[in-house]
């Protein structure tokens, strides 16, 4: 990954875990916590893809795994969100622009879905039955409605930091006023041309009052 988008995916994903941790998880809401990572790794992995959703949903479930207060085996959801990510950035759009809400809003309720699924999946093996005690039908359906009431205020937004900081504006300001200085120079050298035709014409002229001097003194030497 580009620098710019390591730099822009650490601080979002470090803020979207500070979020979490702090205010959400203590809202006390019924079934699932709203799960404010996993829509940033959504929303990131939309713009940079497969490959990139995968190495940010790993970052960031490694840090959710080693975030207090962690009650689960470091490296679960670091699995989960790998997984996730590379998933999610299977349905980034090909020409990079989304034409609808539809598409993101149902790759957010599949990912909620997804990660409740394969995380309870991988607390099973490693024999965590928490979510049997919850209710995983229970879960399921919880984090897939409070993610999908945040998603329209936190995935555009990403998305479209993440594709402002592709793009490079200072870049492209640069490229601007690189192109306002080259039609500087443009209009400048036309100037020059323009000089150029002017200093030709005024030599022409003067070679021509020469020449008719000369024809005339020949005409008085005969």
């Known amino acids: 990954m580009r620098f710019n988008r390591m730099l822009l995916s650490t601080t979002l994903v470090v803020v979207a875990l500070v979020i979490q941790v702090s205010v959400l998880a203590r809202l006390r809401l019924p079934g699932a916590v709203p799960d404010l990572v996993l829509l940033t790794v959504v929303g990131l992995a939309l713009v940079y ?3 990139g959703g995968c190495l940010v949903g790993f970052g960031a479930g490694l840090l959710s795994d080693l975030a207090p207060p962690a009650d689960h085996a470091a490296g ?4 989960v969100l790998c997984v996730i990510g590379y998933a999610a950035g299977l349905a980034k759009p090909e020409n990079g622009r989304l034409k609808s809400a539809m598409g993101p809003m149902a790759v957010v309720v599949a990912t909620a879905v997804g990660s ?3 995380y309870a999946g991988v607390g099973a093996l490693v024999g965590d039955t928490a979510a049997r005690h919850v209710g995983l039908g229970g879960l399921l359906f919880t984090a897939a409605l409070y993610d999908l009431l945040l998603a329209p205020f936190v995935v555009p937004g990403i998305m479209a930091l993440a594709r402002r900081a592709d793009n490079d504006p200072l870049a492209d300001a640069g490229s601007g006023t690189a192109a306002d200085v080259s ?3 443009l209009s400048a050298g036309t100037g020059l041309r323009i000089g150029n035709q002017r200093a030709g014409l005024l030599v ?3 070679k021509a009052r020469g020449a008719r ?3 005339i003194k020949g005409v008085k030497r005969l």
């Open 183 to 185: 039609s500087g120079w």
């Open 49 to 51: 893809g497969h490959v």
């Open 204 to 206: 022409k002229a003067a």
């Open 76 to 79: 679960r959801y670091a699995f």
């Open 116 to 118: 409740t699924l394969l």
């Open 213 to 215: 001097a000369g024809r």
